[in-house]
């Protein structure tokens, strides 16, 4: 158990629709990553959070947006969603944001959509 | 840009023998290196990680290797047991970057 935390485990949607995935980090972590993997693509890094504040952004879509709150869990928000869009979707945390900081990644949310 | 590969997408290896799995690098400012194991349906897992100080680091039946010369990381597994079947995944990261992850290999331990 790598004490990061994600709901739901699992989700099933329509298309057009619009969800919430919710992380809570490991105790004592500041920064937030969210990471999605489909079938055909490795991990692909999302957005990063850090103590509240967006710290990078890498290849996420218009339609998705992130935040993370004061007591420092993280929601991903995505929206119109498409077939495209079904994947794992992962939350990882660490210590702070920067070089040297190992990430610790949850389970992650399955999401399918119809 | 900066990128992050392997040399074999699987590979298959005797239950008792060992594994090496490699990783190769493109910015050479990287300076953190992970090795992850990812079983089916399961997050990540942190195998083990080095910095770019080292050339080598131990740890419980692994050991990473990396050479800054080519840009190239390797996991080295021992003794290698069906609990070890997976897909690995190597990680780089430096400063003002954010991970970067190999597209995996997939570990299969024959009995």
């Known amino acids: 158990d790598s004490g990061v935390t994600q709901t739901p485990k699992h989700l099933i949607t329509a298309t057009g629709q619009r969800v919430t995935l919710r992380c809570s980090p490991r105790?004592?972590?500041?920064?937030v990553y969210w990471y999605q993997q489909s079938l055909d693509q490795g991990l692909q890094f999302l957005i990063q959070?850090?103590?509240?504040?967006?710290?990078a952004k890498g290849n996420i879509l218009e339609r998705f947006s992130a935040q993370q709150f004061p007591d420092l869990h993280s929601e991903l928000n995505l929206s119109s969603l498409e077939l495209g869009d079904s994947a794992l979707y992962f939350c990882?945390?660490?210590?702070?944001?920067?070089?040297?900081?190992?990430?610790?990644f949850g389970e992650g949310s399955w999401l399918t959509v119809v | 840009g900066e990128s992050v590969g392997l040399h074999l997408p699987t590979l298959s290896v005797q239950e008792g023998d060992n594994s090496i799995i490699n990783c190769a690098y493109s910015?050479?400012?990287?300076?953190?290196f992970i090795w992850y194991k990812q079983e089916s349906g399961k997050g990540p897992q942190f195998i083990i990680d080095?910095?770019?100080?080292?050339d080598k680091r131990q740890g419980q039946r692994v050991t990473v290797l990396l050479n800054k010369t080519v840009k190239h990381l390797s996991l080295q597994i021992a003794a290698t047991q069906p609990g070890d079947s997976a897909v690995y995944f190597c990680?780089?990261?430096?400063?003002?970057?954010?991970?970067?992850f190999g597209p995996g290999t997939r570990l299969s331990v024959l009995p």
């Open positions: 990882a945390s660490s210590v702070q944001g920067g070089s040297g900081n190992t990430i610790y």
């Open positions: 105790s004592g972590d500041l920064s």
């Open positions: 959070y850090y103590n509240g504040e967006e710290r």
């Open positions: 910015n050479s400012a990287s300076d953190y």
């Open positions: 080095i910095r770019s100080n080292m």
């Open positions: 990680a780089e990261m430096g400063y003002g970057q954010n991970f970067v």
